[in-house]
């Protein structure tokens, strides 16, 4: 198996990292383990599940699906990046929380940053393209419900 | 406790725990990261039955970045097969032989993906590395796979001493089912399929292992529904004392039941190889081990017969049924028993005959998912009713209505042994109530006189269902919680359960706010580790909030106690001139003479001078609950489904659940619990299913092949209750989590089969998993129908 490096410089949530990766290193490992920016989480790492979604030069990408030595020079946001400050979440992790849109909480990042991508392109969307742009994340608890409503509350907020 | 709503008790409060989830910052068991730390992958068997001729790792010991390498030699007699969970109940003339996995195999391999041995390395990726350069020689013996062919003498033996490959046999029953059949109006006999499913939390299994050699002590990070069990059997494994372990089952992402069982072969190799080599050890499950090493549920096939009045009334049922073990049984009967108790339902059926045989096949273990067994039992009466009602002329509904247990029958007693050991005993229930209020939402009447008849004029197929279901909940032994005042005025709460997503982190801080007058924000709830609550069984039938919930009731209420008897010489007063609300205690009428519970919790524990002989510090007490039996909740799901004539598709335009599990402690939370239980049910009527082939392989291991349903497929659910509360806890609670998955099956194949006018056409749907591949062979062959 290749062990060749390689030497990456990457901005994360607005921090710039420099770091040496194997040509190998999936971006989730890096993330999660390198960058210890656990947030992030691994579902299937075969692009399915969607809960290691993350924000690529402001497209919603499987992290799972990349490597590390891609994201040189780019530009990534993680749910760590998602709040503006410690003392207040962002509308749709605000929603989240009032819809009960989460229960075990492992599919949430990948879902609120498949979100975030899906409300700035659909700003007043419908229940249909909220469940289309959502089913490209896997949640076992929820049943999806509460976090259609969660979407349509944080779209109707942003609106304002 | 009063338990009337309050501003806590019986509110839809957001929840306490989401904000570390919803931040990232959240303690799953894979983003433990400790210093010098090994990775662990498992090399796993990719034939389900051989004898093991011989595994050479001295290649894969050589690579570099490789720290150690094992098989189940090297474990010496630390290997052990594991133990029994739960022992067959005490059933007359049962037959049960204990077969329970192995750590890595040693001899013999019994299902795809048995772990043969382990590779420890300073990567995950050099880990997996190192399993190529492992040398496997294996005799393959035939695959024991179909349930019938596997009881004859000339199948192939999963274990070489368990002839016929029997785990179990069962007989249970009541009253005289011989006797009603003779003078039986009408006797329907079917056969009957149901396969279930594999869980698949979005979070895998995974644990991580630190043994820290000066402090002679291991920590253990386990994806477990059982961190108590864990500590104790880890501790007898290894020669420690219980408080050398700590476990800590910290958030865990999912668990459905399969994270219930213990020892998994991880579980004993992991802590086992960090002790040995004195460093920290991790192994994170993949997605594709995910469907061979965590356990699943799996098939039964009932041949089951109704016998009935004319009008309708059921006079007795004769259920055999195969159940499908898979290679080991460490749950014993669990499931199977729960498919022959919840067959019953919610009818009186006084003559009941059920025997069934449990079979050890070649694919991986069977032990509890969501449900656990009781789909089996729900679809087999569900659907013999639906037969029933199609040949005696009476509406689907109506059938089912006749044969509800009436409300002056509680508590209701089944006669026959449950899951926990009791008798099966419902506790109580009123099931019209439930089964009105199902078809006034769905518009049952209207929909089959008007909507239908007007849909299908315009070529639209579409169905109504209506299924009912009790589900057992809230079984004991016990479950404890210790409530404490913290100086800083909040309350400090501990159990022993640990938490998958159920809001417990809310829920048990409902209970603890109402009691002691704080804020649920206030509360600060720990589960699942074991140095802060030593005792407790778990998470998992639907029994967190009924026996651990009522639990912290009981410490809290002793804890009121101290508060109003500490504040009462504090201000002098009688304690029932005291009141506690806002996190204070107030003298009633005297403004100003209030103490903060923080104040009163750094009262209690005195620096220095005399305390009266007796006296306890702190604001503290530990409480325990054990309930007398199970407490019955029950439920009716009706659905109005349209189906694509070409496809097969389906849209279901309508779904209501109509539940009933007792006094409600918070219903945002409660319907969470019940559209996700329905999700997975979806899942299991449609879309998922575990194809083996006769070799034992299981041929969809991925996500894109095993179908979870998405926001696509999950109709949006309205949810009504009623509530009859349990006599069996102060509280009043039955449990609610495995509710809203049990009777989606029957629910889908009703109303699948009423909107193609199957009935009519002779055509019967009489096995789930359904899928529009499965439907098209059914519609499009020869009934075997009367």
Not at chain 2, 185 to 204: K, L, M, N, Q, W
Not at chain 2, 262 to 276: D, N, Q, T
Not at chain 2, 427 to 432: H, I, V
Request: charged share 20%; aromatic share 6%.
């Amino acid at each position: 198996m290749s062990t060749e490096t390689h030497d990456i410089t990457v901005t994360v949530n607005g921090t710039p990292y420099r770091r040496q990766v194997e040509g190998r290193l999936l971006l989730s490992d890096f993330l999660r383990h390198d960058l210890l920016l656990a947030g992030t989480h691994v579902g299937c790492e075969h692009g399915v599940c969607g809960a290691c979604t993350i924000i690529f030069d402001g497209a919603a990408v499987r992290s799972c699906l990349m490597f590390a030595a891609q994201v040189d020079g780019h530009e990534i946001m993680t749910v760590e990046g998602l709040a503006p400050d410690r003392e207040h979440l962002h509308s749709l992790q605000q929603a989240m929380h009032e819809c009960h849109g989460l229960q075990c909480g492992y599919c949430t990042p990948g879902i609120l940053m498949t979100m975030k991508v899906f409300l700035e392109e659909t700003p007043a969307p419908d229940e249909a393209q909220i469940r289309e742009a959502l089913s490209g994340n896997l949640c076992r608890c929820t049943g999806y419900q509460h976090i259609v409503e969660a979407v349509q509350l944080a779209a109707e907020r942003q609106q304002k | 406790m009063n338990v009337v709503a309050t501003r806590n008790f019986g509110a839809p409060i957001t929840r306490n725990e989401d904000a570390r989830l919803l931040t990232g910052q959240a303690l799953f068991v894979d983003d433990v990261e400790l210093p010098g730390m090994l990775y662990a992958a498992f090399l796993r068997s990719n034939v389900a039955h051989a004898r093991i001729t011989s595994i050479d790792v001295s290649a894969a010991r050589a690579r570099a970045g490789v720290i150690a390498v094992y098989t189940a030699e090297d474990l010496g007699d630390y290997w052990a097969p594991g133990p029994l969970l739960v022992p067959p109940p005490p059933i007359k003339d049962i037959t049960f032989n204990q077969r329970t996995q192995v750590p890595l195999a040693k001899g013999k391999i019994r299902h795809v993906g048995e772990p043969l041995a382990v590779v420890l390395a300073e990567s995950r990726y050099l880990a997996e590395d190192a399993l190529a350069d492992i040398a496997v020689e294996l005799e393959p013996v035939p695959a024991v796979t179909d349930l019938e062919n596997a009881l004859t003498d000339e199948s192939a033996r999963v274990h070489d001493d368990v002839r016929g490959n029997v785990a179990a046999r069962v007989r249970q029953g009541r009253g005289n089912y011989a006797a009603v059949r003779a003078r039986a109006d009408r006797v329907i006999a079917r056969r009957f399929h149901y396969d279930h499913g594999c869980s698949s939390p979005i979070e895998t299994r995974g644990i991580v292992a630190h043994w820290d050699a000066r402090a002679n002590h291991l920590t253990i990070w386990d994806t477990t529904q059982a961190p108590v069990f864990l500590r104790n059997g880890l501790a007898g494994m290894l020669g420690l004392s219980e408080r050398q372990v700590r476990v800590i089952a910290p958030f865990v992402g999912g668990g459905f039941g399969p994270k219930i069982m213990l020892f998994y072969p991880e579980e004993v190799v992991i802590p086992w190889a960090a002790k040995k080599l004195n460093r920290p050890v991790k192994w994170i499950e993949d997605r594709l081990e995910h469907f061979f090493a965590t356990t699943q549920e799996r098939g039964q096939t009932h041949d089951a017969e109704i016998a009935l009045t004319a009008d309708g009334r059921i006079l007795g049922i004769r259920d055999v049924f195969f159940h499908d073990t898979g290679a080991y049984n460490p749950y014993g009967l669990t499931v199977p028993i729960n498919s022959q108790c919840t067959l019953l339902g919610p009818y009186v059926i006084p003559n009941y005959d059920s025997a069934f045989t449990a079979i050890f096949t070649n694919k991986p273990i069977v032990t509890p998912y969501r449900g656990a067994g009781r789909q089996h039992g729900v679809f087999v009466i569900e659907r013999l009713l639906d037969i029933a009602a199609h040949e005696l002329k009476i509406d689907r509904a109506e059938i089912r209505r006749r044969n509800l247990i009436p409300p002056d029958a509680f508590p209701y007693n089944n006669e026959i042994i449950y899951q926990d050991f009791a008798p099966l005993s419902y506790d109580s229930g009123n099931y019209e109530p439930i089964l009105d209020k199902a078809l006034e939402l769905i518009g049952y009447q209207q929909f089959l006189a008007e909507e239908q008849p007007r849909l299908r004029a315009q070529g639209r197929h579409v169905g109504v269902g209506v299924a009912c279901y009790v589900e057992g909940t809230g079984i004991g032994p016990y479950e404890g919680a210790r409530v404490q005042v913290q100086a800083n005025g909040k309350v400090g709460l501990a159990t022993g359960i640990g938490t998958q997503g159920q809001g417990h982190f809310t829920v048990f801080a409902q209970i603890v706010a109402e009691q002691l007058g704080v804020s649920v924000r206030d509360v600060d709830v720990v589960t699942g580790d074991t140095d802060q609550f030593y005792w407790g069984a778990g998470t998992f039938a639907s029994r967190g909030a009924v026996v651990a919930g009522n639990a912290v009731n009981e410490a809290a209420k002793v804890v009121r106690q101290k508060i109003l008897k500490l504040a009462a010489e504090h201000f002098e007063c009688a304690e029932e001139d005291l009141e506690i609300a806002n996190g204070e205690v107030s003298v009633v009428g005297v403004p100003g003479q209030s103490v903060k519970l923080g104040a009163l919790a750094v009262k209690a524990n005195p620096m220095r001078g005399a305390v009266r002989p007796g006296t306890e510090p702190g604001l503290e007490s530990t409480q325990y609950f054990g309930p007398s039996g199970g407490a019955t909740a029950s439920g009716v799901h009706a659905m109005i489904v349209e189906v694509d004539p070409q496809t097969l598709t389906l849209e279901v335009l309508k779904y209501v659940v109509v539940h009933d599990c007792g006094t409600v402690i918070n219903p945002l939370i409660l319907a969470g619990q019940i559209h996700g239980g329905v999700a997975q049910g979806v899942g299991n009527a449609y879309y998922e299913q575990l194809v083996f082939d006769e070799e034992g392989q299981l041929l969809n291991a991925s996500l894109a092949d095993y179908l979870l349903p998405t926001a696509l497929e999950v109709p949006h659910m309205e949810i009504a209750h009623t509530v009859t509360t349990s006599p069996l806890n102060p509280l009043g609670i039955k449990g609610a989590g495995e509710a809203g998955a049990i009777p989606v099956g029957p629910l889908f194949a009703q109303a699948i089969e009423d909107a193609l006018g199957l009935s009519d056409r002779k055509i019967e749907l009489n096995e789930i998993p359904l899928s529009p591949a499965r439907l098209f062979e059914l519609i499009n062959k020869p009934s075997d129908a009367e």
